[in-house]
Structure formats: C-alpha cells, structure tokens
C-alpha cells in the first residue's frame, strides 16, 4: 500500500491531491490551468472526477484564499467535499480588499463554502486521524499573528508522514509566518527529516526561509511556479536538498534536487515499504 501525492502542473498556481493507503482523497489548494496539452482550462478537480473516477471528496484544504490558489473553487461542490479546512479567522473585509470585479465571483464562493462548512469536524470522520486514512499522519498548522494586510503569512502548512517519510506543503508563507512557526515545538517535530517539500509561495526568494533548513534538508524540493518568477529562490533551495532519482514518464530517470511544474509537468510522488524488506521507498516520476 501507498500514499499517493501529486503536485498539479497549474501554471502560476498551486494544487495538489492526496490519496491514502485506505483510498481517502484530499485535494491542498485549488488552482488551474498548465502549461502542458491541456492548457489554461484544465481543472485539476474534473481531471479527478473524470479521469480518476473520484466523486466526492474526503477533505480540501485551501492554505490561503488568494486567487492562484482557489480558480478551481467554483468546481467545489462537483466533488462533494466531506470536510473542508481553511484560515477561517481571516475576515472577509480583509481578503476582498482590492479584488478586481472580474474575481469576486471566486471570492464570494470561497466565503459561501466558509460559512457552509461552519459544524467541527468529528473525530470520526476526521480524515487527518491516521486511524481513519489508512496510517496517514497528517498535521495542520497555520500562523495567526501576522498582519491580514499580508494573506499569505496565514497559509497553511500541512505535514504527511507514511511509511517513516514525510512531505510538507506550505502554502504562501514568508519570513513573519515561519518565525512565527518555528516558536511552536509541535511545528518544529512536525517538520523534523522531511523528505519532499514544497517550496513556499512558489518558489520565491520572499518564501526562503533558512532557519527551517535547521530541522531538515530535504531529498527532493517542488516549486509549483509560473512562466514569470521575479526573485527565484530556486539556487538556494538546491544548496539545502539532498538530491533524488526522479523518474520520466517516457522512460530513464536522474538524479535531481529541485523539479519544478513549469519545466518537469504534474510531478507524482508514492511513500511505502517495499514488500520484500519493509524498508521505505520513495517513488517520484516526472515528465
């Protein structure tokens, strides 16, 4: 059995989708289009619906609501989510500050399904619980103190371990919200000896952030990036990571430190044990 992670080719945006060893689905982040055949429409929430047969889901998470994260959000509700997670102290006043008139539609979906999915999760039917997704643990957190003037130190940082291997997605954030972060010595176990990691707002140097690389130095970073990306912190995130073999669709593979979903496509990550030796294995394919 594995955890299934893909990291979507959404052009300037940011999705990816979760699948555990039990057969539970999570989508983090809602953005769209790519720069591979299926262009700028592709959804990455019909692409499941139609391709992987996935009709309803178990959890969304949407890290932070700025638009290259939630384009997919009038999708929603075709994939009847179960449970949703998202900075809900954000105030409504100031995430609509400035949004230009052809995106509020995005905006007030985003705060209907807020106010939608306002009972607490039960543990039950919680799908983070490892007892409910097949030996997942996955860990939410999420700066507070920052101020809302800056939506993206409120993203949230999800934490996957399986199988003794860990990802970590990590949103938007920026310097404030990792200092703040690290103060939390949940947050700091939490990200001990990740192995894949998503590189905050895209791969920007406003996202580097050193102080996390005292905790781990990843085997492979993602950067979920766009055709323009001003301050590149990508040399740097390369110097922090190990190195991987990554694998190619149409065959060979590479030993690589950074891919990135404008160059390599939707990047595919499988954590498990082999089954000779239980040792763990991590499989990533590109492109």
Not at 134 to 163: C, D, K, M, R, T
Not at 248 to 264: I, L
Request: aromatic letters at 10%; one cysteine or more; proline letters at 5%.
């Amino acid at each position: 059995m594995t955890l299934d992670f893909i990291c979507w080719d959404v052009q300037h945006g940011s999705a990816s989708y979760i699948k555990t060893p039990n057969g539970k689905h999570l989508v983090y982040d809602l953005g769209t289009g790519s720069y591979g055949e299926q262009g700028a429409q592709f959804s990455p929430l019909i692409f499941l619906k139609n391709h992987y047969a996935i009709n309803s889901l178990d959890q969304v998470i949407i890290s932070h609501p700025h638009k290259d994260h939630i384009d997919d959000i009038l999708n929603f509700d075709r994939l009847s989510p179960r449970v949703l997670s998202r900075p809900s102290h954000l105030l409504k006043e100031e995430v609509m500050k400035n949004i230009r008139e052809s995106d509020k539609p995005f905006f007030e979906k985003y705060f209907e399904i807020h106010e939608r999915f306002s009972s607490p999760v039960t543990e039950s039917s919680n799908p983070q619980l490892p007892n409910n997704n097949g030996g997942v643990l996955i860990e939410s957190f999420h700066p507070v103190n920052s101020s809302q003037s800056n939506i993206n130190n409120h993203s949230i940082v999800l934490s996957i371990s399986y199988a003794n291997s860990k990802i970590l997605l990590t949103g938007d954030n920026e310097s404030a919200s990792w200092e703040e972060l690290l103060k939390d010595t949940r947050f700091r176990e939490a990200i001990k000896n990740t192995d894949i990691f998503l590189a905050p707002h895209h791969g920007r140097e406003s996202g580097y952030y050193s102080d996390l690389f005292n905790y781990f130095n990843p085997r492979l970073t993602i950067i979920s990036e766009g055709d323009v990306c001003d301050t590149s912190a990508t040399d740097r995130y390369r110097n922090v990571t190990k190195g991987w073999t990554v694998h190619h669709r149409k065959g060979g593979s590479e030993e690589r430190y950074c891919v990135t979903t404008r160059k390599d496509g939707s990047i595919k990550v499988q954590l498990g044990l082999t089954s000779a030796d239980k040792k763990p294995f991590i499989y990533v394919e590109i492109e």
